[in-house]
């Protein structure tokens, strides 16, 4: 399985950013999407993640009401869309792939790791 990110960049405290992730390769139908993050000196945590069904979850606390994933099952694209952003929210964000039904688990293992795209919000 093959993840690719975009759409990352530099907002203003309070804007939105909407991040794709294109999946390609076999059995997609076998992995949920995941969304992580990096912030600069912390740990990769999960944001979010989905099933190709559209069922998710945001993991995050402060990003509950702000954060939503949305997914194109036809063109294989996962989507989180990131609204009323805050300086905290810069990180550079992963899509990733993982075990079946663990889009709802804080500790979800990710299988395969797209390259990350940065997201810059200032103040």
């Known amino acids: 399985v093959q993840l690719q990110a975009s759409g990352g960049g530099l907002a203003q405290s309070g804007g939105s950013l909407r991040l794709s992730c294109r999946v390609s390769?076999?059995?997609?139908?076998?992995?949920?999407i995941g969304w992580f993050r990096q912030a600069p000196g912390k740990e990769r945590q999960i944001a979010a993640a989905?099933?190709?069904?559209?069922?998710?979850?945001v993991h995050i606390d402060s990003a509950k009401g702000r954060f939503i994933t949305s997914v194109d099952a036809v063109k294989n694209v996962v989507y989180l869309q990131m609204d009323d952003l805050e300086p905290e929210d810069t990180a550079i964000y992963f899509c990733?792939?993982?075990?079946?039904?663990?889009?709802?688990?804080?500790?979800?293992?990710?299988?395969?790791w797209g390259q990350g795209t940065l997201v810059t919000v200032s103040s």
């Open positions: 390769g076999r059995f997609l139908g076998s992995y949920d």
């Open positions: 990733a792939a993982l075990p079946l039904n663990e889009y709802n688990l804080n500790n979800a293992r990710a299988l395969f």
């Open positions: 989905t099933r190709w069904d559209g069922r998710s979850t």
